[in-house]
């Protein structure tokens, strides 16, 4: 099996498929020969899980990391990392795997190398600039919805445009859903507006309350979130933000939450 084959298999290319855009035809006819879709994408998943820079991509991917960065940049505007991302949840929900009776939500700061959009200066990082990856999970962690922010930006200012943003997934039984049966949250989401907003979706906050929970009743059902950080933290890409453009690193941000949620898909069906 070559290294195209081990990091994208069959079943993932087949998934991918039904999201790809379709290539553009040159009226004139001519030009380069276009790279095959598989070996690009497989460029893509080397990148987010090892961290390595365009530059550094081996010439086994059968082109050079031009075409292939430029290959990236149309399928982020073209938001083909969301698509895939939800086609991969459907089929989890499919299966019973979705469990949306529990969803927490959290945030994580990196430092942003180069700047650019949806960066600040990060008030725990000495004030350098930086952004943060919002973060909504289910029950077993699995992340549902993605968002990239300014690091200078508060928590609670992220739930309601990161709820929002969930979109309809389908169920097991009955129609599509999109909101969970309660929501939990550390005490910087303490605030009585977002408890209304939520109440008023039929959505029950669970959100530690500032001076009277203590830490270890606040983790009993939000250490998912946590768990599921660090298995996003495993690809290296996203350790730091080398993308000045906001599309690139949520690009990676979204193949980082596939991945993950293409490991489950695996698990299950091997049981």
């Known amino acids: 099996m070559d290294i195209v084959e081990r990091l994208v ?26 790279c095959d879709d598989r ?24 082109a050079f990391w031009q075409p292939v960065h430029r290959r990236f940049t149309q399928w982020s505007r073209a938001r083909v990392w969301a698509k895939l991302h939800r086609v991969v949840l459907d089929r989890l929900a499919a299966a019973g795997v979705l469990d949306w009776s529990r969803c927490a939500i959290d945030s994580v700061s990196v430092r942003a190398v180069k700047g650019g959009p949806l960066t600040g200066p990060n008030p725990t990082d000495r004030g350098k600039l930086g952004s943060k990856i919002h973060v909504v999970c289910d029950r077993s962690g699995l992340p549902i919805w993605v968002r990239v922010s300014g690091a200078n930006l508060h928590d609670s200012q992220a739930l309601v445009p990161l709820m929002r943003g969930i979109p309809p997934i389908r169920s097991r039984y009955g129609p599509r859903r999109r909101r969970p049966g309660k929501l939990h949250a550390d005490k910087g989401f303490d605030f009585d507006d977002l408890r209304g907003w ?74």
Not at 23 to 34: D, E
Not at 51 to 62: A, E, H, K, S
Not at 207 to 216: F, L, Q, T, V, Y
Request: proline share 5%; charged share 25%; net charge positive.
């Open 198 to 271: 939520l109440r008023r979706r039929q959505i029950v906050p669970r959100i530690a309350r500032r001076g009277i929970e203590s830490s270890g009743r606040l983790g009993r059902h939000r250490w998912v979130v946590e768990r599921t950080m660090s298995w996003l933290n495993g690809c290296r890409r996203l350790h730091r933000r080398y993308e000045r453009k906001a599309e690139h690193f949520l690009g990676f941000v979204g193949i980082a939450s596939t991945l993950v949620c293409y490991r489950r898909t695996i698990t299950e069906t091997t049981r």
């Open 9 to 34: 298999s069959d079943r993932l290319w087949e998934i991918f498929q039904d999201v790809a855009p379709e290539p553009p035809v040159r009226a004139q006819g001519g030009g380069r020969r276009r």
């Open 39 to 62: 070996a690009v994408l497989a460029a893509f998943v080397s990148v987010t899980t090892s961290g390595c820079t365009w530059r550094q991509l081996p010439p086994v991917f059968g």
